[in-house]
């Protein structure tokens, strides 16, 4: 049986399922795979650091690709466009400063992460919103 709305738990879990993998990939704390699997170069890769690459590698197929069947590159890049403007605005406003290079590379994390939550979310929010409900074209031969 179908669920008929994921709610907002759904669509939570989904950005916190998206946010993990951003944060986990890349994030200025150093504390992130891209720095783990630097720090590992010199000395040599090791079988974790391989095995982790492409545990990532794998998620971020799974996100991109549902993003970009749901949303598209067009959706994703006016999503894109509208959290840009936003942020826009609270630098207009003075509420965040370019200078703060910090605050802006957490933010674009998180809108990179907003926007693959809502690839994942999309049809679901559509169906919810509209009645209409995607369907995967499945050709037999």
């Not at 916190?16 to 699997?37: C, Q, R």
């Not at 996100?63 to 067009?74: C, E, L, M, Q, Y």
């Not at 207009?92 to 703060?100: D, F, K, V």
Request: charged share 10%.
């Amino acid at each position: 049986m179908s669920q008929e709305s994921i709610g907002f738990s759904g669509i939570l879990l989904r950005f916190l399922a998206a946010f993990a993998l951003v944060f986990l990939s890349f994030n200025p704390t150093g504390w992130s795979y891209f720095h783990w699997a630097s720090r590992a170069v010199p000395q040599g890769i090791s079988p974790p650091v391989v095995l982790a690459g492409i545990a990532l590698v794998i998620a971020w197929g799974v996100f991109v690709r549902a993003t970009a069947r749901s949303i598209g590159f067009v959706g994703a890049l006016l999503w894109g466009a509208l959290f840009a403007a936003l942020v826009w605005t609270a630098v207009w406003y003075g509420w965040l400063s370019l200078e703060n290079r910090g605050a802006l590379t957490w933010i674009g994390l998180v809108v990179v992460a907003a926007i693959l939550a809502l690839g994942m979310s999309w049809s679901h929010l559509r169906r919810q919103m509209t009645g209409q409900a995607d369907v995967d074209e499945v050709t037999e031969r």
